[in-house]
């Protein structure tokens, strides 16, 4: 990136509009709070997600996973990418030696089966992910069990955010 000539004030913002058609940022302050668990959608009794930004023309979704209890969280593929960043705690693939610990940076590369653990002395997980496409569930033989992609995940947000009095339309915040 290109330092600011010193003939220029680094402090003046930009002079021109945005692109019309350009869509608001979204900014989610203190994404990890606890302070106020409606925030968190939960799948199961353990297993809740925490959506960022859910991208409806390209069809990825970004979140924070959070397991409360260590386990097998299910198996899936990916035909897209997956990147992932590990907030806290630790989990790894039944498929792979490697441990995602916290700190760790993962890359999934598309095409690949794998089954999520959280072991047994991890009382809780939060994970960064981006998730391009569709999650695929499917059992050990590769058979399909079920999805979810960004439309899913919208249905799940919109369904939960009404439950717990935000109202469905408080999805549209993370949408774009």
């Known amino acids: 990136m290109p330092l600011v000539s010193e003939d220029e004030n680094p402090r003046v913002p930009y002079k021109h509009p945005m692109p019309q058609d350009a869509l608001p940022d979204i900014v989610v302050k203190d994404a990890l709070s606890e302070n106020d ?28 996973l959070k397991v409360t209890k260590a386990g097998v969280l299910s198996r ?3 035909p897209n990418p997956v990147h992932g960043f590990v907030l806290k705690g630790r989990w790894h693939y039944l498929e792979h030696d490697w441990e995602a610990v916290e700190g760790s940076y993962v890359y999934e590369p598309p095409g690949e089966t794998h089954t999520l653990v959280v072991p047994d002395d991890v009382d809780e997980m939060i994970t960064y992910f981006q998730v391009n496409g569709v999650m695929y569930y499917v059992d050990p033989d590769g058979n399909h069990l079920g999805y979810e992609d960004v439309f899913t995940k919208i249905d799940m947000c919109r369904a939960h955010f009404e439950k717990v009095g935000l109202g469905a339309d408080y999805v549209k915040t993370f949408i774009r």
């Open 37 to 64: 668990p409606r925030m968190w959608v939960q799948q199961t009794e353990t297993v809740f997600f925490r959506p960022l930004c859910l991208n409806v023309s390209q069809g990825y979704w970004m979140n924070l």
């Open 76 to 78: 899936h593929r990916h």
